[in-house]
């Protein structure tokens, strides 16, 4: 199996669990990937500190009103990293397809690593689902078809993933960072995106209104939830490889996220969390935000399945 060539584990695991595998509720993955960084590299030590804040933070949730440490959280431990980009997505790939497979149902969390991993994921788990939609975090659009003579690189990933899944099937919000370029792009293909100034001028329950509209025109049953942890202001999360002032409140953030994974008309399948830069953090500010965010996600995808059951 792909996963088993690709994935070795370490000794620090998400949240120090390890649960036995018929009680499994989520499952993490490293991708310790940055060879594309554009800006400022060291992506791939992004895996080993989200671990290592993970030990330091609380597991109860108060948007779910549960406590993820009544759960089990299975740390798969990282994918084995080369340095070709097309060899390393299509080894992502393999893992993602096969993982989607073996753990539908239960919430799976990519910690990147730098954004291009999330080709990887998505080409892998589209392969099994191909009713998944594809909901975008970020402060950048990311649609330029090539940069510095790279298709694949990490300003180019919304474009390969509209490539991947289609237009209709890819939206993105937070957005403040692109060229007229991307813009016309975005245009012309009908690209879904809620700028900033949308959701900070019309507030957050429009922003989620649009994404329902999003979820019924375009069929999504499943999503992805990338998150750029460029999406936050440098305030909130400075260790990115390209931060860009102007950007969401963490509980802005949160609060949207997790209305996107309480929603009915749709399920979270995936996300991934890229582009945290330990080597340019502040006292392990933006790695403790990237934990609460997988702690956050966990919870309310846990809530949910629990909720429904009871019904
Ligand atoms: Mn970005």
Same mark, same amino acid.
């Given at each position: 199996m792909g996963s088993e060539l690709y994935l070795s584990r370490g000794t620090l695991l998400f949240g120090g669990m390890d649960p036995s595998p018929d009680k499994v509720d989520a499952i993490v993955v490293g991708i310790p990937y940055d060879m594309t960084t554009t800006y400022r590299p060291g992506s791939r030590f992004a895996p080993l500190m989200i671990r290592k804040a993970s030990q330091e933070i609380e597991f109860y949730s108060i948007r779910s009103?549960? +406590?993820?440490?009544d759960y089990g959280i299975m740390d798969l431990g990282d994918i084995a990293v080369i340095q070709n980009s097309q060899a390393m997505i299509e080894r992502i790939s393999i893992v993602a397809s096969d993982l989607a497979s073996r753990y539908h149902g239960k919430l799976q969390v990519y910690l990147g690593g730098e954004h291009t991993i999330t080709i990887g994921v998505v080409k892998g788990i589209f392969r099994k689902i191909p009713d998944l939609c594809t909901l975008i975090f970020d402060a950048?659009?990311? &649609?330029?078809?090539?940069?510095l003579d790279e298709k694949i690189n990490h300003s180019t990933v919304t474009r390969r993933l509209v490539e991947v899944v289609g237009p209709e099937r890819v939206y993105l919000v937070g957005v403040r960072a692109f060229t007229k370029e991307e813009q016309n792009y975005a245009k012309q293909n009908k690209i879904h995106f809620t700028d900033i100034r949308s959701i900070r001028l019309l507030g957050l329950s429009e922003a989620i209104h649009r994404l329902n509209k999003w979820y019924s025109t375009s069929k999504c049953k499943y999503l992805h939830i990338s998150i750029?942890? +460029?999406? &936050?202001?440098p305030a909130y999360a400075p260790g990115v490889s390209t931060p860009e002032p102007d950007g969401l409140e963490t509980w802005a953030f949160l609060e949207m996220m997790h209305a996107v994974l309480f929603n009915r008309l749709v399920e979270a399948f995936s996300i991934d969390i890229v582009e945290l830069t330990p080597p340019y953090d502040c006292n392990g500010i933006t790695s403790t935000v990237a934990a609460k965010i997988a702690v956050e996600a966990i919870a309310a995808h846990i809530s949910k399945k629990k909720k429904a059951s009871l019904k």
């Amino acid at each position: 199996m792909g996963s088993e060539l690709y994935l070795s584990r370490g000794t620090l695991l998400f949240g120090g669990m390890d649960p036995s595998p018929d009680k499994v509720d989520a499952i993490v993955v490293g991708i310790p990937y940055d060879m594309t960084t554009t800006y400022r590299p060291g992506s791939r030590f992004a895996p080993l500190m989200i671990r290592k804040a993970s030990q330091e933070i609380e597991f109860y949730s108060i948007r779910s009103d549960i +406590d993820i440490e009544d759960y089990g959280i299975m740390d798969l431990g990282d994918i084995a990293v080369i340095q070709n980009s097309q060899a390393m997505i299509e080894r992502i790939s393999i893992v993602a397809s096969d993982l989607a497979s073996r753990y539908h149902g239960k919430l799976q969390v990519y910690l990147g690593g730098e954004h291009t991993i999330t080709i990887g994921v998505v080409k892998g788990i589209f392969r099994k689902i191909p009713d998944l939609c594809t909901l975008i975090f970020d402060a950048h659009l990311d &649609l330029r078809n090539i940069y510095l003579d790279e298709k694949i690189n990490h300003s180019t990933v919304t474009r390969r993933l509209v490539e991947v899944v289609g237009p209709e099937r890819v939206y993105l919000v937070g957005v403040r960072a692109f060229t007229k370029e991307e813009q016309n792009y975005a245009k012309q293909n009908k690209i879904h995106f809620t700028d900033i100034r949308s959701i900070r001028l019309l507030g957050l329950s429009e922003a989620i209104h649009r994404l329902n509209k999003w979820y019924s025109t375009s069929k999504c049953k499943y999503l992805h939830i990338s998150i750029d942890l +460029d999406v &936050l202001d440098p305030a909130y999360a400075p260790g990115v490889s390209t931060p860009e002032p102007d950007g969401l409140e963490t509980w802005a953030f949160l609060e949207m996220m997790h209305a996107v994974l309480f929603n009915r008309l749709v399920e979270a399948f995936s996300i991934d969390i890229v582009e945290l830069t330990p080597p340019y953090d502040c006292n392990g500010i933006t790695s403790t935000v990237a934990a609460k965010i997988a702690v956050e996600a966990i919870a309310a995808h846990i809530s949910k399945k629990k909720k429904a059951s009871l019904k």
